[in-house]
């Protein structure tokens, strides 16, 4: 779980992140009172925790280290028991700094006894090589044996970027990130070490990412004068499953949509009676131009039925969200890509990987981050992608990554139901990566509201609280 501090805030590389602190240090801020900002910060956050329970700060040669002096020295002032183990000696200024205005005993690290709260500030944002394994079995012992295990900035032993463990690494009760996210902060399998996570502001100015942690969104009621066709007709197509169907149709009723069709639905699947029903053979129902969104996929099959149906589909002017099968046809379309005429695509980690084949997958150097942007860009849709990172990407090369989700989500239909708020939202907003990023937060906070063991049915309970927070 991340915590609420900057939610929304920038995801950083580790270069980004170099180059966002020297445009700070250029305005005119000098570099340690920067590092003061952040040891303060920090400090405060383990003042709150832990009270007077007694600390034991790691430290290493470079600036994470200098951090930890910081840390040290202000949690001295607050009356803490605290003590401070070194790897080596600082070979930064700003860490020198540190060390020295610390002015308290250093102890060796590999000699280090435990203590009630362990601070991990060896190493942080760049670490491109595991720890020897001295280290990293001195780290892991010290760990064990504390209450309270805090990261500054990241765990000793992850990789900024890709979030991969380089070593072995324990775990820790909060990770403290610096001025911004860093990858790692959002990917597996760093995110599996550590109960929760901060980001804190030390001035670093973080606007211009294009990359960004997903936040609350901000919705609005319909206007005063708002009927059903100006709040936005959804179609969605059914096929050989139409349960499926007819459950993206009620989400999309209930995620701000005036009024949903259902098309070519079995009669004996049961629907709120504000959801119309009607034929595809009906062409007429098809081609109104009222319809502001239009969904296909959710239930679809993959019959020859199936195919006419996404063609017919596809052939419209409308706004449209790809989903389910509707994304597995379109992979064994010669001209796949080229002709999906989608405004949003919403694959789970198979179908993406049958869509595009050649985005490297899982085991590969390739982030999920990543691999979302490449999809996005090269077909000219947003891009959702599903799983237990979900990244929501544009083709301008805007992504946002959503927080974990509640691992009960992944239960049959609860994708049926993100695929119908993406449509009511995306009849709302008209803006496809706005869609996206208020139709996975709400998924999100309806399942986090239905508790465990939900079925997919119960999140149509819990949209409506889950849109109201947002008003």
């Not at 319809?291 to 195919?307: K, Q, V």
Request: glycine fraction near 10%; include cysteine.
């Amino acid at each position: 779980m991340i915590g609420d501090a900057m939610k929304g805030a920038a995801i950083v590389t580790a270069a980004e992140m170099r180059t966002a602190e020297q445009a700070l240090f250029a305005s005119g801020i000098a570099e340690y009172d920067v590092m003061v900002r952040a040891g303060r910060a920090i400090a405060s956050i383990i003042w709150r925790v832990g009270a007077q329970r007694d600390v034991l700060v790691l430290c290493g040669p470079g600036n994470n280290g200098g951090d930890g002096y910081v840390i040290a020295r202000v949690l001295r002032d607050y009356g803490v028991p605290v003590r401070v183990a070194a790897l080596a000696l600082p070979v930064t200024p700003s860490a020198q700094q540190a060390f020295a205005e610390w002015g308290g005993p250093v102890e060796e690290f590999m000699a280090a006894f435990p203590a009630t709260q362990i601070v991990d500030a060896l190493f942080g944002t760049g670490l491109t090589r595991g720890l020897d394994a001295a280290v990293s079995g001195q780290l892991s012992a010290l760990a064990q044996q504390a209450s309270y295990v805090y990261a500054v900035d990241l765990p000793s032993g992850i990789s900024t970027d890709d979030g991969a463990v380089l070593s072995p690494v324990p775990h820790y009760s909060l990770c403290l990130s610096v001025g911004a996210w860093k990858r790692a902060h959002m990917l597996r399998p760093a995110i599996s070490h550590w109960d929760d996570a901060l980001c804190l502001d030390i001035g670093v100015d973080g606007q211009a990412a294009k990359l960004r942690h997903l936040e609350r969104p901000v919705l609005s009621a319909p206007a005063d004068d708002a009927h059903k066709y100006r709040r936005g007709l959804v179609a969605v197509v059914a096929g050989s499953m139409a349960g499926a169907a007819a459950l993206a149709a009620q989400a999309a009723a209930r995620g701000g949509a005036g009024y949903v069709r259902l098309l070519g639905a079995q009669a004996i699947v049961e629907t709120p009676h504000a959801i119309v029903r009607a034929s595809l053979r009906n062409e007429e129902k098809l081609s109104d131009d009222r319809i502001s969104a239009l969904l296909i996929g959710p239930g679809l099959g993959r019959s020859d039925m199936a195919r006419e149906r996404l063609r017919a589909g596809l052939a419209t002017p409308y706004a449209k969200v790809l989903d389910a099968d509707a994304l597995w046809l379109l992979a064994e379309e010669e001209r796949a890509l080229p002709f999906a005429t989608a405004n949003i695509l919403t694959p789970h980690e198979g179908e993406f990987a049958r869509l595009f084949p050649d985005i490297d997958g899982p085991g590969g150097e390739m982030t999920v981050i990543d691999r979302a942007l490449a999809a996005s860009s090269r077909c000219g849709a947003v891009v959702v992608l599903k799983g237990p990172t979900t990244v929501i990407a544009a083709p301008d090369g805007r992504a946002r990554v959503a927080e974990r989700a509640s691992s009960w989500l992944s239960t049959a239909g609860t994708g049926d139901v993100l695929a119908g708020l993406c449509a009511a939202r995306l009849a709302v907003t008209h803006d496809p990566f706005t869609t996206a990023c208020e139709a996975v937060w709400l998924h999100a906070d309806a399942a986090r509201r239905a508790g465990p063991a939900f079925i997919a049915d119960d999140l149509l309970c819990t949209i409506a609280p889950s849109i109201e927070s947002c008003l």
